[in-house]
């Protein structure tokens, strides 16, 4: 009784340390992670856009972003992800675009050895709008195909397994464009989405 006794206080043990063990991330280490995001469009027109009401709609697709780790709480991240906007006026629908916008965030990690790791963020991003459907009737929208804005994050990673952890994530993006019909100018749009996201990752 005694020896089953002390095979399962070890056994108890063992699995105690392996579950205390954290996800903390070491010089050179990469985060890899796949969430599902939410894209929240705060728009704000200038010009004929405000005038006839432009707004965005909200988007729901993938994202992917790798992280370095250059020291145990400092991370340099990538954001990829892409997705496709419907525009619409007062008047009805002008049409949809297609954003990629690949962020670049410098990430500072709280709690470095925990299994709970929440974290800030800040850097830059690049907007490039493609595939453009936009038209006023029957005349093509043209719009300005890209923009630089900042970026802030806040997020956390909770550790399920030794290198595998859950991400629940928010970011505040500042992009814009301007749009004109012809050589007429239609004034300026700014999306400035909220994204919202909740995926999976692994340390590496």
Same mark, same amino acid.
């Given at each position: 009784?005694?020896?089953?006794?002390?095979?399962?206080?070890?056994?108890?043990?063992?699995?105690?340390?392996?579950?205390?063990?954290?996800?903390?991330?070491?010089?050179?280490?990469?985060?890899?992670?796949?969430?599902?995001?939410?894209?929240?469009?705060?728009?704000?027109?200038?010009?004929?856009?405000?005038?006839?009401?432009?707004?965005?709609?909200?988007?729901?697709?993938?994202?992917?972003?790798?992280?370095?780790?250059?020291?145990?709480?400092?991370?340099?991240?990538?954001?990829?992800?892409?997705?496709?906007?419907?525009?619409?006026?007062?008047?009805?629908?002008?049409?949809?675009?297609?954003?990629?916008?690949?962020?670049?965030?410098?990430?500072?990690?709280?709690?470095?050895?925990?299994?709970?790791?929440?974290?800030?963020?800040?850097?830059?991003?690049?907007?490039?709008?493609?595939?453009?459907?936009?038209?006023?009737?029957?005349?093509?929208?043209?719009?300005?195909?890209?923009?630089?804005?900042?970026?802030?994050?806040?997020? !956390?990673? !909770?550790? !399920?397994?030794r290198n595998l952890f859950v991400n629940a994530d928010i970011k505040k993006i500042w992009m814009r464009t301007s749009a004109s019909a012809g050589d007429t100018s239609?004034?300026?749009?700014?999306?400035?989405?909220?994204?919202?996201?909740?995926? !999976?990752?692994?340390?590496?």
């Amino acid at each position: 009784m005694k020896k089953n006794i002390s095979i399962a206080i070890a056994f108890a043990c063992a699995v105690l340390a392996t579950a205390s063990s954290s996800v903390h991330a070491d010089q050179g280490d990469i985060l890899a992670r796949v969430r599902a995001i939410s894209i929240q469009p705060d728009v704000s027109a200038g010009g004929t856009l405000g005038a006839i009401g432009t707004g965005v709609n909200n988007a729901i697709v993938p994202e992917l972003d790798f992280v370095y780790m250059v020291r145990p709480s400092i991370g340099v991240e990538l954001i990829l992800a892409t997705s496709r906007h419907q525009v619409t006026s007062n008047a009805g629908a002008l049409g949809g675009v297609n954003v990629l916008p690949p962020t670049l965030l410098l990430q500072y990690y709280f709690n470095a050895a925990g299994k709970v790791r929440p974290y800030v963020g800040a850097g830059l991003n690049y907007t490039l709008f493609y595939n453009n459907g936009l038209h006023a009737g029957d005349t093509p929208v043209s719009i300005k195909n890209s923009s630089f804005g900042p970026a802030l994050q806040a997020g !956390v990673d !909770v550790q !399920v397994a030794r290198n595998l952890f859950v991400n629940a994530d928010i970011k505040k993006i500042w992009m814009r464009t301007s749009a004109s019909a012809g050589d007429t100018s239609l004034g300026s749009l700014k999306i400035d989405p909220l994204v919202v996201g909740i995926g !999976v990752g692994m340390r590496f």
